[in-house]
């Protein structure tokens, strides 16, 4: 999708450098990290959030959730880790392309903020 910065970064279109890759995903470290360890998990089709995901996306989402358990274990989260899916604006969802936050290497609180 056009102006979409993850759909850029997923089609390379802007310099990255993914931490994993595979035909359906895209994994690479956020930019404003909030925990030693921050890397996001993004769908390289466009999704606008996980509101507009369908059955259709069923196996794509199964990957993903299947796929972090294996990058946290490479990042090193063996003490555990936060994931968190930002949803529409009271989500506090900025960038409208469904990702995974991957948060780890420090102590969660809860509630979150
Ligand atoms: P959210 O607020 O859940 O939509 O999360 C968007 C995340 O994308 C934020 O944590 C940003 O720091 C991160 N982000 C935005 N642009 C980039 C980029 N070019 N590379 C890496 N992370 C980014
Ligand atoms: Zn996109």
Redesign the pocket.
Known sequence: MADC?FCS?ANHD?P?DPIYEDELIIA?????P?APV?F?VVPKKHIESIDAATEDDSELISHIMLTIPKLAAEQGLENGYRI?I?TGDDG????KHL?F?ILGKRKMTWPPG
Not at 92 to 95: P, R
């Open positions: 910065i970064i802007i990255t690479f470290n956020d930019l404003e909030q921050h996001l968190v930002n506090g969802q900025t960038v990702h936050h």
